[in-house]
């Protein structure tokens, strides 16, 4: 895991910035004044995805270690590439951008107070080595400031945003897949024993997380484009937060074991929810 320690912080700190350069106030406030699908969505992507990650590590049998991996995975907010992904389902782009942003700078908060609580309910008992305030400072300093200054720069400056969003984003992409590519090869020898677990456990939660959010965006989601939207930003999450903040808590790649499985397998779900949509239509 040293080398996301030392390199890891550089490159999610690149990522975020790239996402902050998106966020447009103009849109913002479009969706402030009709704020159902924004609040809903949001409740989905931080209340309803830990609940799931609650049931599944209740009653599934596994080692600690996973099972704080696996609450920490649905505690992340939406990968960056799932505006991209917005797009591709012709979905509401301005909405995809603004949960992401929003649910990437409430993550100070929603990631320690969450992993604590969550943990405490499971196992009763806190977890080991793990402080918030650390936790949250960290957040804070390679997420938070970030992202901010992204979308400073896309206030004030959109004329250098304009120029480099899109290459910003092939090379968040790049960073994400070198990061974890490297990370799981420099550890693979000490993975194996854990994806007996975690190989059963990853489809089980992309798939109550595809269908929650189906069903969920059905009822409740105005608009075809809006319920798009939110489906694929509570089905991609961002792993390369995932490993790099845990990265910084642990020392055992095998907390980022459930991470790591869960942020491949992802795209392979949407490539499959992208192709209904298309044969759909």
Request: glycine share 4%.
């Amino acid at each position: 895991m040293e080398f996301v320690k030392l390199v890891g912080p550089f490159a999610i700190f690149f990522i975020m910035y790239s996402l902050g350069l998106k966020l447009n106030f103009i849109n913002f406030y479009e969706l402030i004044k009709r704020p159902k699908n924004l609040i809903l969505g949001l409740i989905c992507q931080i209340i309803f995805l830990p609940i799931i990650g609650l049931l599944i590590v209740s009653f599934y049998p596994m080692p600690d270690e996973l099972k704080i991996g696996i609450l920490l995975l649905l505690l992340l907010p939406s990968a960056t590439m799932s505006n991209y992904a917005t797009r591709l389902v012709d979905g509401n782009i301005s909405l995809s951008i603004t949960i992401t942003t929003i649910c990437s700078l409430l993550c100070i908060f929603t990631i320690p107070v969450g992993m604590t609580v969550l943990f405490e309910l499971v196992m009763h008992k806190p977890i080991q080595n793990f402080d918030v305030k650390t936790v949250s400072a960290k957040i804070f300093i390679i997420i938070t400031v970030p992202t901010l200054l992204g979308i400073i720069t896309n206030r004030y400056f959109n004329y250098f945003k304009e120029r480099f969003v899109l290459l910003f984003d092939k090379i968040s992409m790049v960073l994400f897949l070198f990061i974890i590519s490297v990370a799981v090869y420099q550890e693979r020898m000490n993975l194996g024993g854990y994806f007996e677990y975690v190989g059963v456990v990853a489809p089980i939660i992309l798939f109550f997380v595809l269908l929650v959010s189906v069903v969920f965006v059905k009822f409740f989601i105005d608009g075809i484009d809006c319920q798009r939207s939110i489906t694929v930003e509570c089905l991609l999450q961002n792993g390369a937060m995932g490993f790099i903040i845990t990265a910084q808590i642990f020392t055992d790649i095998s907390y980022v074991t459930p991470i790591a499985l869960y942020a491949l397998l992802q795209y392979f779900v949407l490539a499959f929810y992208v192709a209904n949509i298309k044969i759909v239509k």
